[in-house]
């Protein structure tokens, strides 16, 4: 049996587990990057960090994208467990389409930001500069600085609830819902 490209009833294809582990690991480099360029000091070496910065957050927005048109295209997925209590499925729901909001808004409002400080913003220097999705305003790109600042910190508490949720079912109770997501893990049955 080989590795099945998409979802089942009990577990997720490899297209899905790639989308999620490889958003995960850009998630990771993001605020390692964020950091390093928040604190060099203002030079050539602030700008390249934040270029490579733009240029991965413009990666994410692409790989959500594609992993949300995946996902509605390939409606069959592996179902939360039915003796969740409500609570635990608010939050799973909560967890899961609170992390597809902040892929799709912490991108976003980082090109705004760029945008209306007039920035640019390419994709790894390739093509040249994107459009500006705002005016240059200092006072918007104040505004959108605290908001992306704040959807950072929801970012990281949203993924560190969904973690705790997965190592729960993990250790705890003992089920699939890690194992069915990680790649080549056997199911238990």
Known sequence: ???ALR???????????TFHWVIVLLLIL???????????????AQLAAFARHKSVGITILGLALLRLLWRLSHRTSPPLPADLKPY?????????YGLYLLL???????????????????????????PNLVEPDERL????????GLLAKALVAVALLHVAGALQHHFV????????????AKLHT
């Open 1 to 3: 049996m080989g590795i």
């Open 30 to 44: 993001q605020f390692f990057l964020a950091n390093k360029a928040m604190n060099l000091p203002l030079g050539m």
């Open 173 to 184: 109770r003992k089920d699939n819902v890690l194992r069915r997501m990680l790649p080549f």
């Open 104 to 130: 799709f808004a912490m991108p976003l409002t980082g090109w705004a930001m760029s945008s209306a400080k007039n920035y640019p913003v390419s994709w790894f220097s390739i093509g040249g500069s994107l």
């Open 141 to 148: 790109f104040e505004i959108l600085q605290t908001t992306h």
């Open 88 to 96: 635990e499925r608010v939050l799973a729901h909560f967890t899961h």
């Open 7 to 17: 979802n089942s009833a009990e577990r997720w294809g490899a297209v899905a587990k």
